[in-house]
Nanobody
Framework: QVQLVESGGASVQAGGSLRLSCVAS????????MGWFRQAPGKEREVVAT????????YYADSVKGRFTISQDNAKNTVYLQMNSLKPEDTAVYYC?????????????????????????WGQGTQVTVSS
């Protein structure tokens, strides 16, 4: 049984930093596509960043480029999202997701990672609140 458990969400001031963690069980991160998504109140869920561990390819949404960094530790079966220079518009519930059938090339493609159904496993989410 695959389980993804996020942690690290908190309330911070604008300009602050947070690191989100996602621990996977029943699932091996190596050679797979992992992603972070977020959903703000009243808005659709959007992809934030993805990483393909086997090749290290990544994708970042334009809104977070240069501020957020996705990484993973295969030994710990954990994916991270380092978030710096946080803005109020980053406020959302952040979800970790696993896409076992996404290729390395697809994992770096916005068209693929944003498509409904691309990621088959999801965590419960962790709240990030950024105040101005």
């Amino acid at each position: 049984q695959v389980q993804l458990v996020e942690s690290g969400g908190a309330s911070v001031q604008a300009g602050g930093s947070l690191r989100l963690s996602c621990v996977a069980s029943g699932y091996t991160l190596s050679s797979n596509c992992m992603g972070w998504f977020r959903q703000a109140p009243g808005k659709e869920r959007e992809v934030v960043a993805t990483i393909y561990s086997g090749g290290g390819s990544t994708y970042y949404a334009d809104s977070v480029k240069g501020r957020f960094t996705i990484s993973q530790d295969n030994a710990k079966n954990t994916v991270y999202l380092q978030m710096n220079s946080l803005k109020p518009e980053d406020t959302a519930v952040y979800y970790c997701a696993a896409g076992p059938w996404i290729t390395r090339v697809g994992c770096a493609s916005r068209v693929v990672v944003a498509a409904a159904g691309s990621f088959g496993y999801w965590g419960q989410g962790t709240q990030v609140t950024v105040s101005s």
